[in-house]
């Protein structure tokens, strides 16, 4: 140990010659290959498969049809858009199972100020032809109460997020049928569903996308999601504000679970009080894939939107191979579990070191 | 062969030890882990009753060795012997089944399961049914306990129980394989005096039996008292074995690091200025009550007491972890509300806490992110962006200052050794230029010469007009330096000593009034 002290740029591993003890930039920015790679390599090797597997048997390129490869980022744009609210959730240490339920619930409540003056039977026939700016901020507030309230049970009650969200799950459900008696709102305003059209859907879920990569990555907000995750004791001890940031994440999952709910009857163009069932499912399911780490404290978005890709990739490739929708749910299963294997696989191996 | 205690004591003394000479013996083990030898060559032989102690900095290779013997991890070279017979041991209850059983440092019970049902979990007696038979469980255990007299209930729960009481259900367990040689790893770090005599009068009990005892500890007072060999181990490599009557403290210290240790304790003095924080008969229900103290710039109040008595609470309360019920802070004489942490660093506190890894460091997060999550309050930040670039230099600049020993900034926090983890925890709080700075614990479980750094740290801290509180169990860190120490005793203030006048023995005094 006496060599460590005279000579402090001495390293045991020999991986990175020169580091500690110099104040050079370069020193400070080296960092190893960002963990989305190896996510990354395997979309691309998904991808090839079925590229494969298309010429094969059925005689036709995957990759090569641009139209489906647009449908698929399309359809899965709204559970991307739940997801990196789910991430930060995670990133915490905590989980959000409610996003599902505030996206029927947002769904049906946006709809119905959303309705055109031409439709007959208008919840509130009062309020129709209203500009898409008013549903689409009550949406988004409804969605925002949902996390708030989860917030604040989960940080003043201490009861664990798991709970507490399942209770808002089956609670938002509940409301949204009981908003129209299990009506559909249908006949909504072109300026409202025109949110939900054309590749607008990706856009904003790109747009949310980067929006929260770069608040996780460069904001003090992302550098306090991560540290509470890490280790809230230690958090708190070092002067964050626990209770207050954890209300402020699951607030923002809300908030993106309503604008995934406005976004997706605006595409469908009409709402229903079953929107969005088990989405809060597949959300998880794209952090987990991405390489967020349900312990808390590991996760980045950029994984999380690769995740969601590749969630989209395996239910568009199987259609196009026209292979039985069951056998999509069991591989999906399979694929969930295998990457939290991998995960957990390479926590033990660092933990040997 | 049953031998009297006196017998054994008499043969002990004389070094011929009847039949195989060794109980257990180890040579020519290696062990290497990715990017470390942890042990190159070593040796270790056990003589059948007598308790041998494992000495060596952190990172010796002591705990590797033990974990080899205990069955946790195969060597990748060397040969165990067992009363003479080679074994091998490939997992930890090969271990038990050759006679060999480990108690943890970091207790492994299930709390919500009975002393029973720990005890004999495995080994259940069973009915004629097949079932679990509670009653005969309970009495095995009741006669464990009057073994080795302990009093504790054998149905309580173990969750229900003082870590003074777990750590007597482990040792009973381990004693209940009646195995022939019995690890012990820092048995004795979360006891109290008392308990202590008591594990002590266990241990020698089983000794007089003609088991072998592994000992492995930190405290010097505790090789002296109990322990009748020490191997010493040093950078993974085996230095010698001595019988403890034969060296004094500071052969055993020297053996250690390898080197005289010049400067242990660098104090020195430094102009002492006005009280800068002040604390008037603080309480916590329950917890501690009445303290009053006051802190001067420049100056280092000990923290001295057993461990229960409340002084880490004092510290956590101070810093606004748990609020007082009563009484008042006061920094620069005027009266602040500290409520919680945030309001303590905004009065420019800053709190290194006791446990490095429950309330200390993000083990998942990199060095730089470590050491900057508590200046992030209210520096680096613009429009809730962080200034990267400049918190990354200064990050940088701390870490060199302190020697932190890393390749680079994005090192996981959790792959450096305890005393790089404590130098970048320092890091974090010296980055918010504190005015006040409460150690807790600074140096526990940190090799030898970190802990000289840090203390060297703290000194120079001191000198630039910063009021140090340091808790440390550790009476020659408490003495060496501190300006003034401070006395507790179950949750009340027993007593202040002056640099001259305190000692080990009046600080003992009034820590066990």
Known sequence: MSSDIANPTNTTAGSVAAGAGTTRPEAIRRRRMPPEFNIFLVLIGIALIYELLGWTMIGQSFLGNQQRLTIMILQVSVIGIIAVGVTQVIITGGIDLSSGSVVGLTAMIAASFAQASTWSRALYPALTDLPAIVPIAIGLGVGLAAGIVNGVLIAYTRIPPFIATLGMMVSARGLSKWYTKGQPVSGLTEQFNFIGSGIWPVIVFLAVAVIFHVALRYTRYGKFTYAIGANMQAARVSGINVERHLVKVYAIAGLLAGLAGIVTAARAQTAQAGMGISYELDAIAAAVIGGTSLTGGVGRITGTVIGTIILGIMTSGFTFLRVDAYYQEIVKGVIIVAAVVADVYRQKKRAKR | ?513
């Open chain 2, 1 to 513: 062969m049953v031998l009297s205690p006196q017998t054994m004591a008499a043969v002990r003394q004389s070094g011929a030890i009847p039949g195989a000479e060794y109980l257990l013996s180890a040579e020519g083990v290696r062990k290497a882990f990715p990017g470390v030898v942890a042990l190159d060559d070593v040796q270790f032989k056990l003589k059948r009753g007598t308790v041998h102690a494992l000495m060596g900095e952190n990172g010796a290779g002591k705990s590797t060795l033990m974990k080899i013997l205990a069955g946790i991890y195969q060597p990748d070279a060397g040969e165990i012997r067992m009363k003479n017979q080679a074994i091998r041991l490939a997992s930890p209850l090969d271990a038990l089944e050759n006679g060999i059983a480990m108690i943890h440092q970091e207790l492994n019970l299930m709390p919500f399961m009975t002393v029973a049902e720990n005890i004999w979990i495995r080994r259940e007696p069973k009915n004629r049914l097949g079932f679990v038979d509670h009653g005969a469980m309970n009495r095995q255990t009741a006669d464990l306990f009057r073994r080795l007299n302990i009093g504790l209930d054998p149905e309580s729960l173990v969750g229900e129980l003082s870590v003074a009481n777990r750590q007597m259900v482990e040792i009973a367990k381990a004693v209940s394989y009646e195995s022939d040689v019995l690890i012990m790893d820092e048995p004795t770090s979360a006891l109290t005096e008392t308990e202590v005599e008591h594990l002590f009068t266990i241990i020698r009990d089983l000794r007089s039996q003609g088991i072998g005892i592994v000992y492995i500890t930190h405290k010097m007072n505790e090789l002296f008292e109990i322990a009748d060999e020490f191997s010493v181990f040093r950078d993974g490599k085996y230095i010698g074995t001595h019988a403890s009557t034969d060296v004094t403290r500071d052969d055993i210290i020297r053996m250690m690091v390898g080197r005289e240790i010049t400067q242990m304790f660098p104090k020195e003095e430094v102009p002492i200025g006005d009280v800068l924080l002040k604390v008037e008969n603080l309480t916590l229900d329950g917890v501690f009550r009445d303290v009053s103290f006051e802190v001067r710039s420049g100056e280092i109040l000990g923290l001295a007491g057993l461990v229960g008595s409340g002084r880490s609470n004092v510290a956590e309360t101070i810093f606004g972890v748990t609020p007082a019920t009563s009484g008042t802070i006061s920094i620069d004489g005027r009266q602040v509300d500290i409520s919680s942490p945030t309001e303590a660093i905004r009065n420019r506190m800053a709190f290194l806490t006791e446990d490095r890894k429950d309330t200390g460091c993000f083990l998942p997060l990199d060095i730089l992110e470590n050491m900057q999550l508590a200046v992030l309050q209210d520096r680096y930040t613009r429009a809730g962006f962080v200034q990267e670039g400049k918190l990354a230099r200064d990050c940088q600049e701390m870490s060199a200052k302190l020697r932190v020993k890393t390749p680079n900034l994005y090192e996981r926090i959790e792959n450096l050794s305890g005393g790089n983890q404590q130098k970048v925890l320092i890091g974090r709080w010296l980055l918010t230029n504190p005015r006040i700075l409460i150690l807790d614990e600074p140096t526990r479980g940190i090799d030898v010469g970190a802990k000289a750094e840090i203390h060297r740290f703290v000194t120079e801290l001191a000198r630039q007009g910063v009021a140090v509180v340091m808790i440390s169990s550790e009476m020659p860190e408490v003495l060496g330096m501190s300006d003034r120490v401070m006395v507790m005793h179950e949750g009340r203030v027993t007593g202040f000593l002056d640099r001259a006048e305190a000692t080990q023995v009046r600080v003992m005094e009034l820590a066990a009034q």
